[in-house]
Nanobody, 122 residues
Framework: QVQLVESGGGLVQAEGSLRLSCAAS????????MGWFRQAPGKEREFVAT????????YYADSVKGRFTISRDKAKNTVYLQMNSLKPEDTAVYYC???????????????WGQGTQVTVSS
């Protein structure tokens, strides 16, 4: 079992930065690939980024490539999403999730956090 708790969301102006954190509990955390997803009002939840269990491989949605960086600290059981050059269209609830494999598909993720709100003002 893996429990996930996101933090770090908030209100930021366009072109600003935020760093989201996802703290995991459960001794098997290091065996899971991790992903970030987001859901904007009135829209379906979408993939943002994923990182392998080792941290050596990452994959991003085209909409955030070059602006967002996913990373993980196994010693702290934490995954991060550094978000730079934020745009109003990045406004959403951001969720972290754990999967047995690095994947952009939501159905591949067995464990989810409760989400953290990110609002980008223009």
């Amino acid at each position: 079992q893996v429990q996930l708790v996101e933090s770090g969301g908030g209100l930021v102006q366009a072109e600003g930065s935020l760093r989201l954190s996802c703290a995991a509990s459960g001794r098997t955390f290091s065996m899971y690939a991790m992903g970030w997803f987001r859901q904007a009002p009135g829209k379906e939840r979408e993939f943002v980024a994923t990182i392998s269990w080792s941290g050596g491989r990452t994959y991003y949605a085209d909409s955030v490539k070059g602006r967002f960086t996913i990373s993980r600290d196994k010693a702290k059981n934490t995954v991060y999403l550094q978000m730079n050059s934020l745009k109003p269209e990045d406004t959403a609830v951001y969720y972290c999730a754990a999967s047995r494999s690095r994947s952009p598909q939501q159905d591949d993720y067995a464990y989810w956090g409760q989400g953290t709100q990110v609002t980008v003002s223009s």
